[in-house]
């Protein structure tokens, strides 16, 4: 699961109390620095890389750029809930359980939402590289949009089902009680996590089928020499390794616990440096990968970014120059 805390603490409204392990003011302040500095940068390039998206009409009539958005906005989505929640965490330590299960729910749909994301991506290289003729009938800018609404209905469906079990299980007052904003906290139903688990399991076997059927194909068509085959293929690979950082979520308890088991008395700095591994630096990938390496993005991004540093110098110019 995405979100998780930096300290053992939980209250799950059971009147049950357990000992609260907390950093010192000093090493509370450090950690929430370096959490929130990578996130305002991480998102900051995001934003940019939304803002040439939106800028340009290249862009948004090109479904292989409508789907690089959404994973982008997706990537912005989880940073942002990551962080607030850890902050949050720190300074008031437990949260309404109403605000939580929002915060749980969005984070839950755009964390299913990134593999679906890339195996669509996977799907569109393929078509293109394999079908080039027909590419432009079968990825429209209508259907790809149709398609981004159905993973979240995919995504939505598969998360949904928690809350309302929640509904029915938990009386009034725990929703207007106050926890420590973990899933299993909120979540609490035995027959919730393994649902969880197998819907997991279902989506990215999936996915890894998909991705693992389109790069051989791909493969197959790249022998014939074809540069954008070579480079499709390519493209493909770095998908698969994304998913592999998309997996790292659901192996964040069995890391923590085996780090923890090995360095028992460093489970705060475990906890702080797995998290910040699994939750934060892998947003960093999609910007890297596709934003930067795709030359045609490239081209429009440096464009803007000098333009507007142009513009903002000569703006200051003028005002020097003319300060009435």
């Known amino acids: 699961m995405f979100l998780h805390r930096l300290m053992n603490f939980s209250n799950t409204g059971r009147n049950v109390t357990t000992l609260v392990v907390r950093d010192t003011l000093q090493t509370a302040i450090i950690k929430n620095v370096i959490t929130v500095v990578l996130c305002i940068s991480i998102n900051y390039i995001n934003s940019t890389l939304v803002h040439t998206f939106t800028k340009h009409q290249v862009f948004n009539m090109n479904p292989r750029y409508i789907l690089y958005i959404h994973l982008v906005i997706n990537d912005i989505i989880l940073l942002t809930l990551f962080t607030l929640v850890q902050v949050l965490s720190y300074i008031v330590f437990t949260l309404n359980v109403s605000l939580c299960i929002v915060l749980l729910l ?6 299913i939402n990134n593999p679906l994301t890339l195996a669509v991506m996977a799907v569109e290289c393929y078509v293109a590289i394999c079908f080039p003729l027909r590419h432009s009938r079968i990825c429209t800018v209508k259907k790809t949009y149709a398609v981004i609404g159905v993973i979240w ?8 089902p ?13 929703f207007h009680s106050r926890v420590f904003c973990l899933p299993t ?9 393994e649902k969880r688990d197998i819907v997991n399991q279902v989506f990215l076997v999936s996915v890894w089928i998909i991705l693992f059927y ?3 194909r791909i493969l ?12 499709a293929r390519n493209t493909v690979l770095l998908h698969g390794f994304q998913l592999l950082l998309c997996m790292l979520t659901y192996v964040y308890n069995l890391t923590l616990d085996g780090l923890i088991l090995l360095f028992p008395k460093g489970v705060l700095a475990i906890r702080f440096a797995v998290s ?10 999609s910007p890297v990968v596709y934003g930067l390496r795709d030359k045609t993005f ?18 200051h110019k003028r005002q020097k120059t003319n300060p009435l």
């Open 162 to 174: 928690d809350l309302f079990v929640s509904l029915a299980t938990e009386s009034m007052e725990f």
């Open 214 to 216: 389109t790069y051989f």
């Open 220 to 231: 197959a068509t790249a022998k014939a020499a074809a540069t954008s085959a070579k480079k």
């Open 276 to 285: 910040i591994f699994i939750h934060v630096l892998p947003r960093l990938i």
């Open 153 to 160: 209905m995919l995504s939505s469906l598969s998360v949904f």
């Open 185 to 193: 906290n909120i979540f609490r139903h035995p027959y919730l996590k």
């Open 106 to 111: 969005m984070a839950m749909c755009a964390s």
């Open 298 to 315: 490239r081209k429009y991004l440096k464009n803007d970014l000098f333009c507007s540093t142009c513009a903002d110098t000569k703006q």
